[in-house]
């Protein structure tokens, strides 16, 4: 079975700084990995996703992320955040071939003025 | 595509009553799944269904909960009866191979 960690729970960055959010999944199989982003009162979106091919994966509002099978990791970075990038965000793993998603404990990303 | 519908946005009711959440999945998904968030625990997949058939309810709470699809275009989520600690944000999520599309979410307080 899958697993995913999001070892911090929130992250203060001030505003036009980069930011680095990290995930690290574990998986016997290949693997589809995910970013999804949550607003206050609202679902979840999709912020990029790794499937096959190339590992940096460039998604919207500006957002990248790495693939990294030999560290089993997917960092998610962008290199200069605003304000209304103030959300949760949430890594998530699926096993190749299995629809089923396993989701992080999310990371919350605050933007100082 | 109008992408996800969940209905109601807000359910209020009384411990002991039955509660139905609604979802219709966007057109041409074959998938559907039902998760529950909360702080203590996060985001719960609850079950999810390919091609109307359920595949996974291993993480269904318990008999008072039930779910089905009858159809491609909706799916019924069922807590009876309910209990405050079934509070939570449930949101239904469709897909067609890889990426969910998630709906608003039904915040559901039970007292």
């Known amino acids: 079975a899958q697993s995913v960690t999001q070892l911090d729970s929130q992250v203060p960055v001030f505003e036009e700084a980069p930011v680095e959010l990290r995930c690290n999944y574990s998986s016997s199989v290949s693997v589809y990995l995910f970013w999804y982003v949550q607003y206050p009162n609202q679902g979840l979106q999709l912020l990029l996703k790794?499937?096959?091919?190339?590992?940096l994966v460039k998604g919207i509002n500006g957002f990248e992320a790495e693939f990294n099978k030999s560290q089993t990791s997917f960092h998610l970075r962008k290199p200069s955040v605003h304000i209304s990038d103030t959300a949760e965000y949430f890594c998530a793993v699926s096993d190749f071939g299995n629809e089923k998603l396993t989701f992080g404990t999310g990371t919350r990303l605050t933007i100082i003025p | 595509d109008a992408g996800v519908i969940q209905s109601p946005r807000h359910e209020v009711t009384e411990m002991g009553q039955e509660v139905t959440l609604r979802c219709k999945p966007i057109?041409?998904?074959?998938?559907l799944f039902w998760y529950r968030q909360t702080m203590m625990r996060g985001l719960e997949l609850l079950i999810y269904f390919n091609n109307n058939v359920p595949i996974d309810d291993s993480g269904m709470p318990e008999d008072r909960f039930s779910a089905k699809m009858p159809n491609a275009s909706f799916s019924t989520l069922k807590i009876q009866p309910s209990e405050p600690r079934d509070s939570a944000v449930y949101f239904c999520?469709?897909?067609?191979?890889?990426?969910?599309?998630f709906g608003s979410g039904t915040r559901l307080t039970v007292v």
């Open positions: 999520a469709s897909s067609l191979q890889g990426g969910y599309t």
């Open positions: 790794y499937l096959s091919g190339s590992t």
């Open positions: 057109s041409g998904h074959n998938s």
